[in-house]
């Protein structure tokens, strides 16, 4: 397997619910990451999970919340979103100990839309 | 602090043509380089990955080029074909963390 895969690709909710992204991979990579894209830009770096701990927030609102229940899986917890958090949400994931040297693996994406 | 540009933002070319994307960057110390395409409203997939220590990659059509002491990528698309027609992004990795900074991309359209 040498997938990231996303679910659900489609996501529509009011800015009163909660929801979560789902990120799951089986390739054995320690480090999983969250993107967040606007259209016609390129992707921005929200969290980093390194060994299922979260080594880097850049200073994403709390109304976005991760989670690594375990090395495979890595979900974004949503709550209490604005309409201008309507993006393509990308997970991605990377072999830790050498991270430059391999590469990053993407997966499809959640489009979400806040209404 | 580290940027990447590319050049041209948009490009449209006749099939069949050969074509150049270009990718630069400001500081050379990078680990690798990574090229992707990107399709409408859908997630990246990986093209070409250049470590530091390489000059090129190839795949099928697609030939990367690195010259890090320039901070300079190219990538070359041999025949193209309207399925080619998507974005294409550039992204380095540096030696200090494990982040990547992505170019704002190339928009390629490819006319029948």
């Known amino acids: 397997d040498t997938e990231v895969t996303q679910t659900p690709k489609h996501l529509v909710m009011g800015m009163t619910n909660k929801k979560s992204l789902k990120c799951e991979q089986h390739m054995g990579h320690r480090a999983m990451y969250w993107y967040k894209q606007k259209a016609k830009k390129p992707p921005e770096l929200m969290f980093v999970?390194?060994?299922?701990?979260?080594?880097i927030n850049e200073s994403v609102p709390s109304r976005f919340s991760p989670e690594c229940p375990n090395s495979s899986l890595l979900n974004l917890h949503l709550h209490a979103l604005q309409p201008e958090d309507s993006a393509l949400y990308l997970c991605?994931?990377?072999?830790?100990?050498?991270?430059?040297?391999?590469?990053?693996?993407f997966g499809s994406g959640t489009r979400l839309t806040v209404v | 602090k580290q940027e990447v540009t590319q050049i041209p933002a948009a490009l449209s070319v006749p099939e069949g043509e050969n074509l150049v994307l270009n990718c630069s960057f400001t500081d050379s110390a990078i680990y690798n380089l990574q090229w992707f395409r990107q399709d409408p409203g859908k997630g990246l997939t990986s093209l070409l990955l250049?470590?530091?220590?390489?000059r090129e990659q190839t795949s099928g059509r697609l030939n990367a080029s690195l010259d890090k002491s320039s901070g300079r990528s190219t990538l070359y698309i041999a025949a193209s074909q309207p399925g080619d027609s998507a974005t294409y992004l550039c992204?380095?990795?540096?030696?200090?963390?494990?982040?990547?900074?992505f170019g704002k991309g190339t928009r390629l359209h490819i006319l029948p």
């Open positions: 992204a380095v990795s540096m030696n200090r963390d494990d982040k990547i900074i």
């Open positions: 999970y390194s060994y299922e701990k979260l080594s």
């Open positions: 991605a994931s990377s072999q830790e100990d050498q991270p430059a040297l391999y590469g990053y693996t």
């Open positions: 250049i470590q530091s220590s390489q």
